[in-house]
């Protein structure tokens, strides 16, 4: 046996052998795969983010735009660096012609997820074997293992991360904040590996930095740098002193890199700070986006607070508070604010072992209510897209979705009541028996969020698909454009450009032209305005479509087309036509 290390500060935990009983790894690799997988077949790229940036992907992979200026019809990415459209590029052009080009940039991307929540695992069992993170020996013996309790208390980490609502969506898109997240929780690992791992930890920083810089966040990677400076001087632990220098380099690394993109003409040091619109609206954000994380890292704070300068508190706390700074700058971006959610989880999974029973109990009905209603209203949707019964609820689907059409698949359906057959397995297990396990009281919260998820991604994947995917708009405004015209769209989002072009196979151009120039080049013009706004009127150009983008409350895609020849339009250019820009925001 191992001798345990005391450490100077007591802690407050005291946790027995019988508690760190291992959490089976099959059915923790299960409950991965049922996270990851589902949202990665079956479905086109959905509006907003996901879209535009497989669009720069996709114009990469395609040859159209260079790879050192991804751009669709001449617009550059907003923000997200270079590097994430060099990743879903590279895999498009790798595994074409023999998948979709949009599964394949989705490939990478599903990658990183997995990544980072093996990332969250071993960070937490990194930290949770440091001296200061070990439990209290008992008086009359059997306390936890060191290993064995860094195993339970990761456990319970990644359930956190799982059970994160914040992540669900965000999480499996192809956008360059999945990338930005990986890199976050990678130099997290860096610090908690350290001892143990002090290569690995350095290698991890050095790359973990650069790449948060090359993929749009040079600021955040500039401050991550000096939140692994503070840590290192604030360590008791020599094979700090010596990490320090990595971390100064690896930071000095990510300037340079973020420093080069500027002189590039790209998206480097960016700055996108916004004031929050108001002080409720940040905090209904922050409530359920980390939850069940934040309350449970509150928790760990106040339990753990006289070893608040120890690294397995003050590591992710600092990430943490980074991520919400982030996020607040920019205007309570829900975005930015996914850097606190590894953190957070570390934070949470050292609450289970002076979690109450009674608080554990709460969160566990809690998650059998709220979850089982969840899944009983989604079968509930499925049934009235199958049938019409309920007649109501179907009569709201059409009213949201105009013109969907259910589409069966026997896959989905045997998957989702796999799903929901385990679920009720797991909901039987959790409250039939009195176990001992500190990641008890996640497996709910987690087991529900993949269950929600895998019957979205099932059973709803084609009204989902029908409602956030730009195909059915471009199927409808075919017809009255042809596939000989450069199709203009002036201050159009970079989605519906991608649309036009990856659905409709068009020649698109999305920068502000011209009045001459638009006149000249442009075969068809696309104008969008907001719902209900009647569609402004151009001299010499025809109003020959206009189009809702789902339902009667959405916004309006306008198809114009040129009345007279170009000589005649030269001559008859008005002050309107200047100011399409400006009108098609």
């Known amino acids: 046996m191992t001798p345990r290390p005391q450490a100077s500060v007591i802690s407050p935990a005291l946790v027995t052998q019988k508690a760190v009983q291992r959490l089976p790894r099959w059915a923790l690799l299960l409950l991965c795969v049922a996270y990851v997988l589902p949202g990665l077949l079956g479905r086109d790229p959905w509006k907003n983010e996901d879209i535009a940036s497989f669009g720069h992907m996709w114009s990469i992979a395609l040859g159209q735009s260079p790879w050192l200026h991804p751009n669709v019809g001449g617009i550059l990415p907003s923000s997200g660096g270079i590097l994430p459209y060099w990743l879903g ?133 500039t401050m991550l740098g000096a939140a692994g400076v503070i840590v290192c001087l604030r360590s008791r632990d020599e094979v700090m002193d010596v990490h320090i220098r990595w971390v100064l380099l690896a930071t000095v690394l990510s ?123 989604i079968w509930l949707y499925y049934v009235a897209m199958q049938s019409g019964v309920p007649v109501r609820i179907a009569t709201n689907i059409l009213k949201l979705v105009p013109g969907f059409q259910f589409q069966f698949s026997w896959i989905a359906l045997i998957s989702a009541i796999l799903g929901t057959i385990t679920w009720l397995g797991l909901v039987r297990w959790r409250t039939a028996r009195q176990t001992h396990a500190l990641w008890k009281s996640l497996v709910l919260p987690a087991g529900g969020v993949a269950l929600c998820w895998l019957l979205f991604m099932t059973l709803w994947l084609p009204l989902l698909d029908q409602a956030r995917s730009y195909r059915f708009l471009v199927s409808r405004i075919a017809p009255h454009i042809s596939a000989a015209d450069l199709v203009c769209a002036p201050a159009a989002p970079v989605g519906l450009l991608t649309a036009l072009e990856y659905f409709g196979h068009y020649r698109v151009n999305g920068q502000a032209l011209s009045a001459a120039a638009r006149t000249t080049l442009c075969g068809t013009l696309v104008v969008r305005i907001p719902a209900h706004d009647d569609a402004p009127r151009f001299r010499g150009w025809l109003k020959v479509a206009q189009y809702n983008q789902r339902s009667h409350n959405s916004e309006q895609i306008v198809i114009y087309k040129q009345k007279t020849s170009t000589a005649d339009l030269i001559n008859q250019l008005t002050p309107a036509e200047h100011a399409l820009p400006a009108l098609s925001k």
Request: glycine share 6%.
């Open 89 to 221: 590029g590279a895999f498009i052009s790798l595994l074409s012609p023999w998948l979709d080009p949009a599964l394949a940039a989705r490939i990478p991307f599903a990658m990183l997820l997995s990544a980072i929540l093996a990332l969250t695992w071993y960070t937490t069992y990194e930290l949770a074997l440091t001296e200061s993170a070990q439990p209290l020996p008992l008086a009359f013996g059997g306390e936890a293992q060191p290993k064995d309790y860094a195993r339970a208390v990761a456990d319970g980490a990644l359930l956190a991360l799982i059970a994160s609502l914040g992540l669900l969506q965000l999480g499996h898109e192809t956008t360059p904040e999945l990338l930005q997240l990986a890199s976050s929780t990678l130099f997290l690992f860096s610090l908690a590996a350290v001892q143990r791992r002090p290569v690995l930890a350095r290698w991890a920083a050095m790359l973990a930095l650069p790449i948060l810089a090359a993929s749009g966040s040079p600021s955040i990677a």
């Open 255 to 377: 300037l340079a890199v973020a420093t080069a993109l500027s002189n590039w003409g790209l998206s480097g040091w960016a700055w996108r700070i916004a004031p929050p619109t108001s002080a409720k609206d940040c905090l209904q954000l922050l409530v359920w986006f980390t939850w069940p994380t934040l309350p449970l890292a509150g928790l760990t704070i106040w339990h753990w607070r006289r070893q608040a300068t120890r690294r397995h508190i003050a590591t992710p706390l600092l990430v943490a508070l980074i991520g919400l700074g982030a996020s607040l700058a920019m205007g309570a971006n829900e975005r930015a604010l996914l850097t606190v959610l590894p953190p957070l989880a570390v934070l949470s999974a050292f609450s289970l072992p002076v979690l109450q029973r009674s608080l554990g109990a709460a969160l566990d009905w809690f998650s059998v209510m709220f979850f089982t209603l969840c899944a009983t209203g």
